[in-house]
Nanobody
Framework: QVQLVESGGGLVQAGGSLRLSCAGS????????MAWFRQAPGKEREFVLA????????WYTDSVKGRFTISRDNAKNTVYLQMNSLKPEDTAVYYC????????????????WGQGTQVTVSS
């Protein structure tokens, strides 16, 4: 059974930083594109970042470029989301997702999803 478990969310002041982790099990982690999505209250879930299987290639949405970084450690079956210079509009539940295909991973139709972790940025 595939599981993705996010951790690291919490409450932080604007301008602060958080690092989220997503640990995978039950899948050949290195075979999957990993992505982070977020969903703010009253809004649709949106793509944030993705990273290729080897960790070399990454994709970002414009609103987080220069502030958020995605990385992965295939030996630990874990993907990370480093969030710096956080803004109140970054407040959302953050989800990690896994799919073998990039186009599916970044469009919200990934095969596997975590349960989400809440990030709240106070002004």
């Amino acid at each position: 059974q595939v599981q993705l478990v996010e951790s690291g969310g919490g409450l932080v002041q604007a301008g602060g930083s958080l690092r989220l982790s997503c640990a995978g099990s039950g899948l050949t982690f290195s075979s999957y594109v990993m992505a982070w999505f977020r969903q703010a209250p009253g809004k649709e879930r949106e793509f944030v970042l993705a990273i290729g299987r080897s960790g070399v290639s990454t994709w970002y949405t414009d609103s987080v470029k220069g502030r958020f970084t995605i990385s992965r450690d295939n030996a630990k079956n874990t993907v990370y989301l480093q969030m710096n210079s956080l803004k109140p509009e970054d407040t959302a539940v953050y989800y990690c997702a896994a799919d073998r295909v990039l186009s599916t991973a970044v469009t919200g139709a990934a095969d596997y999803w975590g349960q989400g972790t809440q990030v709240t940025v106070s002004s």
